[in-house]
């Protein structure tokens, strides 16, 4: 396989692959490229940002010097690539990762490239381009104890190379040449610290972090409990979603990165570098259904602890640090293959989203149903959220979708029912007061009629993307993965032929919401969810059917960005996209117990 042809210097987004360390996610292209790396955090300064912006953008450049071939993969069971270029001359492989420190976040970062020579010889350049925050921040290269130093806005990179020739530095770059032969072992690595001492670890260490790095990463993906078909995308799809969780309190960031279009040139392009209220949740459920339970008693100990500054009004996302965002700023950069906005924050913060309640609350209930119980006081926090639920369920809001369009959503309505019913199942397994149980029942009944009445299309016989209204909303697939009806109702199996019919994008695909394909390109996860649904009803056949060729439709190391182009297969939008990795997660689990259910 040949490298990709870059656009106006622009990677196409499927060529990416993440690493990270459970702080930062850096994304390596195809052609040995790391165009984007944020210090400390995914939401801090950019050392490298090619992906938004070519020439301020900043990037780390490793490949042959010459024609070449190139495949690679992610290291079995772990977030360690592995790059394999082919000359005329040559075999050689770069590893690339993030370092931990015996198993857990190292004091720094360690971004470590090792060369290792495997047939013949190969030479390689490297050009190591930091442009701090886009170059906003002046950016010095000196030379000290050995190193080059990079250094602007509080943040120091320190780069090494061992056996890798000797690096030459100018006012804005570092570079310099590797030959790598049979048996080669070259290291070039950036030590990276914010307002820190400058850590300047030996070789000898950092190649024995590499491997331990490599043996923590196995050890956290041996430990989950499934075992059912597709275990290599469930796998890499759990490994994704860990790079995109702080290792330090658990906080779940719903992508790697900002601004990445929907459509190549249109202005649909959104920072995701947040910690979602719906993606925490669908993320929890995921991993407490494989046994994942430290992981989930962090990330929901986290979750909730955010929430409480707005208790018992629920955000629809906060910052990985708890606290909720500022405005939404735009910057001045040319963005990826000039999609412009390039932001810096999001706008849906003031939005009110009414399923973000029935979210929380199934997390909860979910957690308990795993075998935990709840503090006192959380019980009775959950009991106030339900309490404001029955307040606030007959308001317009922006739906799942952040729409500026404030209305009835059906996904809205029904996550509200969830959230009721969810209290009422906690209520009775004693987990939160019951003082107000006969409210929560009656407003509970009130949601379901209403939807019935106001929601349900005759017309398409489906129910509606929202009251009044004969469109259709994927995101009523979700009514099937919250048991809103049981599998046998008639109209939740006419309600996903219509999405199916009215939404499809080819393949497997579907756009999100009727009216949406003019603007964007299909939404994957709303894919997983009719995999999942379709299992959910019994119809186990078409829910292969679609899981297989959705599966089709990863890059070359099985990671999914927000959206595919349905006629190109180009990923749109931000990557790797966690709500895509944990749709297919929760699809593969519903099909694979469905399968046992009926004894296959």
Known sequence: MRPPKRVDGFAPIESYAAIGDGRTVALVALDGSIDWLPIPGVDGLTVFGRLLDVERGGSFALRPVGDYEVERRYRPGTNLLETTFTTEDGVVTVTDALSLQDGGQLSWIELVRRVQGKRGRVRLRYELRPRIDFGHEACEITERAGAHLVSGGGIVVSFRAWDAGEPSASSASIVGEVEARKGSDAVLACTCVKDELIPLPPRDEIEIRLERTADAWQRWIDFHTYEGDWEPAVDRSLLALKLLIRADTGAMTAAATTSLPERIGGDLNWDYRYAWLRDSAFVLDAL??????????????????????????????????????????ELDLTGYRGSRPVRNGNGALEQLQLETYGDLLATIELYVHNGNALDELTGVRLAEIADHVCRVWENEDSGIWELDDLRHYTNSKINCWVALDRALSLARAGEAPEDHADQWREECARIRAWIDEQCWSERRAAYSFYAGTDDLDAAVLLAAHVGYLPADDPRLNSTVDAI???????????????????????????????????????????ARETMTALLELANDVGLYAEQIDPETKAFLGNFPQALTHLSLINAAIAIHRETEARGG
């Open 500 to 542: 199916r019919s009215e939404l499809d994008a080819g393949g497997g695909l579907l756009y999100r919401y009727s009216g949406s394909r003019e603007a964007e390109g299909a939404f994957v996860a709303c894919s997983f969810w009719l995999a999942e649904a379709y299992a959910r009803l019994g119809r186990l056949d078409e």
């Open 288 to 329: 407490g259904h494989l046994g994942y339970r430290e992981q989930v008693h962090a990330s929901l100990s986290w979750l909730l602890r955010a929430t409480d500054a707005t208790h018992p009004r629920l955000h629809a996302f906060f910052r990985l640090d708890g606290s909720v965002p500022g405005p939404e700023q």
